[in-house]
């Protein structure tokens, strides 16, 4: 079984090299950029358009600032250069743009919009950036590892608990589905990294949506999966041979679900992974050995995170791994919840309500946005609404039962 699991592990190692030899060959024209000078410009237009916004040309203006955003921000690489710097000041500024856009198609006073923009405005001339021409080689591995890590462990962390709970359930011949949904999710990124960057105009909007509605789907997924798995850790009180009927169990449409989790964890963040090594690539002018080697040390300890994983399951007694399990893929889902609000607000699809008293706590998916954190809290409180309900029947059951005698 180690053996096997360890089989695996080399297997995705490898999987991943070959994807990251095709990102650095997936058409690209950008060259190294001078992060500074295009923030001078960025801010230039913002100011511009501040200063001659007018409330009844609400669309024309929130056009300029989506303008602003996709084609300035994210089309010009700002937003790869802070994130690697600082992630949350990225994040503030993706949020602090999606506020100004949703204010100006709402047609607020020129003085909010103009309060927006001082404010975002800000984060901006504040805004950390890396300058990775003259950075030196571990520099920028550092850089190449934090964007596989800072992507891949949420991923890692719902395919390596789908994969223990296979093995563990007595479903081992099942696990090589989960390899092929993230295979799949592998190569529908690399379809869709090059299909954002050569197909799709707006591309900066499309990604946006494109990831926002794939982690909705995901934070679905995991909930249900996550209910399927804690509904079953009380068969052990009744059933002793609880393996043959969870293997039994994973079949048919469960099988197709725990392999749509596995797929869509990695591939809401497959295609952003790719541009941002792209982006990386093209800033070092071809210095690739560094970006390889940071790339290769993220993967190893991604797959250390994984064995551990592996590790843990195999000791854990039945019932307290499928609660342990189903605990962390819907603290998984609740995370997927509010980043996936996040993305469909920059992307338009959403509105933004603003809510400054709240924290940016992007490791927890949790946004200052009443949007997010109203989803956010609607996932928590199925949960508990389920188990009350639960508990509810079960009275009912043993009242009538009382009765009937």
């Known amino acids: 079984m180690i053996s096997s699991a360890y089989q695996r592990c080399f297997n995705k190692l490898f999987l991943s090299v070959i994807t990251l030899l095709v990102v650095t060959y997936i058409p690209n024209s950008a060259a190294a950029t001078n992060y500074p000078q ?21 669309l024309l203006f ?32 993706e949020l602090g743009f999606s506020v100004l856009i949703n204010a100006a198609v709402n047609s607020e006073p020129k003085v909010t919009i103009q309060h927006h923009w001082e404010t975002l405005k800000e984060k901006l001339i504040d805004a950390p950036m890396i300058e990775n021409q003259d950075a ?37 011949d099942k696990v090589p589905f989960i390899w092929a949904g993230v295979v799949a999710a592998l ?12 197909l799709i105009a707006n591309s900066g909007a499309a990604k946006e949506a494109l990831e926002g509605g794939t982690m909705l789907v995901a934070a679905v997924l995991l909930s249900y999966v996550s209910f399927w798995l804690f509904s079953r ?26 392999v749509s989790v596995a797929f869509f964890a990695v591939y809401r963040e497959g295609a952003e992974t790719i541009l941002f090594y792209q982006a990386l690539v093209a800033d070092v002018e071809g210095n690739i050995e560094p970006v390889m080697t940071g790339f290769a040390l993220a993967t190893g300890l991604l797959v250390g995170v994984y064995l551990l994983i592996f590790q843990l399951s195999v000791h854990l007694p039945l019932k307290q791994f ?35 008293w709240l924290p940016t706590l992007n490791w927890l998916g949790i946004f200052p946005t009443f949007e997010s954190t109203l989803l956010q809290l609607l996932f928590i409180f199925i949960p508990f609404a389920a188990y009350w309900i639960y508990k509810t029947k079960n009275q009912v059951s043993k009242f009538e039962g009382v009765e009937s005698l």
Do not use: P
């Open 38 to 58: 295009v923030m001078a410009a960025l801010i230039d237009l913002g100011d511009e358009a501040s200063r001659d916004y007018e409330v009844d040309q609400s």
């Open 62 to 93: 929130g056009d300029r600032f989506s303008k602003l955003y996709f084609g300035g921000f994210e089309g010009k690489g700002l937003e790869f250069a802070v994130g690697q710097a600082d992630q949350q000041a990225m994040l503030e500024i």
């Open 136 to 172: 030196g080689f571990w520099n920028i591995a550092v850089q190449s590892l934090l964007i596989l890590l800072r992507e891949g462990v949420e991923a890692l962390l719902v395919v390596a608990a789908l994969v223990a709970y296979l093995r563990k359930a007595g479903a081992s």
């Open 187 to 198: 190569m529908a990124s690399v379809v869709t990294a090059w299909a954002l960057q050569s």
């Open 233 to 258: 850790r009380e068969l052990q009180q009744w059933q002793g041979f609880i393996h043959n009927k969870l293997g039994t169990a994973v079949s048919g449409g469960s099988l197709l679900t725990i």
């Open 322 to 356: 499928f609660t342990g399990t189903a605990c962390l893929l819907y603290i998984l889902a609740v995370i997927f919840a509010g980043k996936s609000v996040l993305e469909l607000q920059i992307s338009g699809w959403l509105s933004s309500t603003y809510v400054d």
